[in-house]
């Protein structure tokens, strides 16, 4: 009876055990899950801005890219300067993003004319079609 006794302590030690080592990692995992999913501040509207201008200098192409075009999509006019800049790209597909995001933006004046205008011979069909489309929004 004591033989019993003392073998089911140490069954329901290690039954604990093995749940504790089964379970713990899914546990763990949940609320590693569940605090990704947490509502996180969103950064404000200039911050935003400055960075994305930022990121119009980068060394990858595609990141160039994007940023034209999401500072197009916010429409600052805080940005038009440094889109016109972009205007002036090696890579076709930032310059047509600069000048679709340019079109986005609210007033052309004679500078982003005349910037886009030249683009109209650019030697890529899409800067020269973003371009044109640009021109006629206004």
Known sequence: MIIFSQFSILLSHACRTKWFLFTSPLLISFFLIVGCYQDSPSPDRQTAIDLLITLLDDRDTFVRRNAAEALG???DLKSKPFLLATLDDSEPAVREAAARS???????????????????????????????QALNRF
Do not use: F, N, P, Y
């Open 102 to 132: 340019l079109g986005w933006l609210s007033g052309l004046d004679s500078e982003t004319r005349s910037k886009l205008t030249m683009l109209l011979q650019d030697v890529d069909m899409s800067v020269q079609r973003a371009a044109a």
């Open 73 to 75: 999509k916010i429409g």
